[in-house]
Structures are given as structure tokens and as C-alpha cells.
């Protein structure tokens, strides 16, 4: 699995740090609210929500991943309940939640898949209740071709807006990212950010 080894270190490949875009969620969501993090990683957006008495669980198909979630996790003493699992099996037979978040996960899902995939979070997520996605958008058909050439799925300017248009958009942003140095050479991607809330 790709991302195993990255997880098996010490450190927190992605640090620690929440997403701004999860922070700004919870403003919308009730005290209790049942949330799932799909491809959680290392737990960072998880770990947040816990803290903030949301109840959590998490999914990644990263054993390492899960497994330094659930050490955090106790050491801390936050309630999260995490599962290696696949986000497209998981989304068939799961319960619904108050908020479905997907940050920086469905880029690694494949063209066949990903709709479909769109369709199950939003159909698993309760009325009144939140998505939050983080994910990449195509700079150029050339790379939107060696994308989809790797079974991954990079949106088109506006597509994920267009996807959401039944519900309410609390926040929908693209733009290009910051400069990041994890793993590979200096890089930057052309990123979409969502909140919107079903109705
Ligand atoms: C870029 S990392 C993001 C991790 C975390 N959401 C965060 O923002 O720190 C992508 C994660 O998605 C997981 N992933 C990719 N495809 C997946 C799938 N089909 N099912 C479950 N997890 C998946 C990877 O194992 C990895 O942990």
C-alpha cells in the first residue's frame, strides 16, 4: 500500500495540524454530530473532531495508517472509531452521518468509480448534513489524460460545485495550492475545497 511506509515513521507524514477547511466545518455541524473521515490517514482531521466531541469514525485502506491513529488515539484519550476499510466498499453497507468528509482522498479514486462514489457520500449523509472535500483539479487536458491514465481522478474547473448544485454551498473554492515538500520534489496542486449542506 502506497502509503504504509510514509505512516510507519514516527512522524506524522501529514502532521498534526487540522485542515482549515475542517475547522471552518464545525461551526455548521451540531454538538454530538455523528461524522465519518474517509481516508483518514493518520487521523489528523479525526483526531480534531474527537477533540471537539464529535462521534467519529475513520477509514483508510493504510493498515499503518489506522494502526498510528488508534495509538494516538489512546494516548490521548480521544473516542474514534477507525477501520481499515475501502472507501467504495465501505460507502455500500455503512450507516448515514451528519458529515462526510473526504480530504484529499478522491483524487485516488478512478474515473469508473468516482461518481458513483459522490452519489454514496451524498446519499449516506443525513438532511441537514455537511460533505467536506478537499481535492485536485485538472490544470490542463494533458495532465487530466496522465491522470486518468493512472486510474485517479483529477476534477474540471467547476465539476464539483456542478455536483453539489441540489445542495446548499457554504463554501466552494479552487485555486492553487502552497508550496509542499512531503516526499518529493517541491510541488503545488490546483486544488477544490467544498462545504455545502444537503437540503
Ligand atoms: C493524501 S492522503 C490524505 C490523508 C488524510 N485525509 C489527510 O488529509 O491527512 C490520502 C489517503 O487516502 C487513502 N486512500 C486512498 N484511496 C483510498 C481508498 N480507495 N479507500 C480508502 N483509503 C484510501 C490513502 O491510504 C491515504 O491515507
Known sequence: MEYDSRYSKKEFYWGLKPHNLVVDSIQHLPSNAKVLDLGCGEGKASFFLAKNNFDVTAIDFSEEGIKKLNEFAKKENL??????????????????????????????????????????????????????????????????????????????????????????ILFYEEKLGDWETHGEPKHRHFLVKLIAQKK
Open 79 to 168: 473516542k474514534i472509531k477507525a477501520d481499515v476499510s475501502d472507501v467504495k466498499s465501505y460507502l455500500q453497507d455503512c450507516e448515514k452521518f451528519d458529515a462526510i468528509f473526504a480530504m484529499n482522498v478522491l483524487q485516488f479514486i478512478g474515473p469508473k468509480n468516482i461518481f458513483t462514489v459522490i452519489e454514496k457520500i451524498q446519499s449516506k449523509t443525513n438532511p441537514n448534513g455537511l460533505n467536506v472535500i478537499a481535492s485536485f483539479v485538472a490544470e490542463n487536458p494533458r495532465q487530466k489524460k496522465v491522470v486518468l491514465s493512472k486510474d485517479r481522478y483529477f476534477f474540471d474547473e467547476g465539476e464539483l460545485r456542478e455536483l453539489y448544485k441540489d445542495w446548499k
